[in-house]
C-alpha cells in the first residue's frame, strides 16, 4: 500500500486541511515553503492519465479554494501549483497529487532543497490558522 493510501486510511498521521468522501490535503511533511500542502483524491490512481474527468475537475476546483485559503492564511504573494506524473518527470509517490506552494519572494527553491523543519506544535497551528 502506497504511503498516501496509509495516509487516507489513517495508518500515517497528517495535519489535515480538507477531507471530505472523495479527496484529501494535507500539509506536507517537506514544507518546501511554509504552507505547502498536498491534494489527492482518496480513490488510488497513479498519475494524471488514470484520472476519471470528474475527479479530476473535483480536485482541481479544490486546488483552487484552498490557494485562496494559503495565500490568505500565509501572507504568500502567489503560489505554484505542481503535479508531476511517473518518474521520469519526478513523481517520488506513486498516487496522483497536486501540490499548491506558497511563494513568499523571488527565491527559487527546488524539490532537492533543504526543506523547512517544522515543529508538531508549528505543523497543527499552520494547519488551524489555513482551517479558519
Keep these: ?5 496509509k495516509i487516507i486510511n489513517n495508518e500515517i498521521g497528517s495535519y489535515k486541511i ?3 468522501e472523495k479527496i484529501l490535503a494535507f500539509l506536507d511533511i517537506s514544507q518546501l515553503t511554509i504552507g505547502h500542502t498536498l491534494v489527492i483524491p482518496k480513490k488510488h490512481y497513479e498519475t494524471i492519465l488514470d484520472l476519471d474527468s470528474e475527479t479530476s475537475k473535483e480536485i482541481f476546483d479544490l486546488v483552487r479554494k484552498l490557494s ?3 495565500v490568505k492564511a500565509t501572507g504568500a504573494k502567489g503560489v505554484n501549483i505542481i503535479n ?3 518518474e521520469i518527470a519526478g513523481q517520488a509517490v506513486n498516487h496522483f497529487h497536486i501540490h499548491i506552494i506558497p511563494r ?3 527565491q527559487e527553491f527546488s524539490f532537492n532543497t533543504n526543506p523547512n523543519k517544522l515543529t508538531e ?4 497551528e499552520l494547519a488551524n490558522k489555513i482551517n479558519n
Aim: glycine residues 0%.
Design 1 to 5: 500500500m502506497c504511503v498516501f493510501c
Design 18 to 20: 480538507y477531507e471530505d
Design 68 to 70: 485562496l485559503k494559503i
Design 84 to 86: 508531476n506524473n511517473n
Design 104 to 106: 513568499y519572494n523571488t
Design 121 to 124: 506544535e508549528e505543523f497543527i
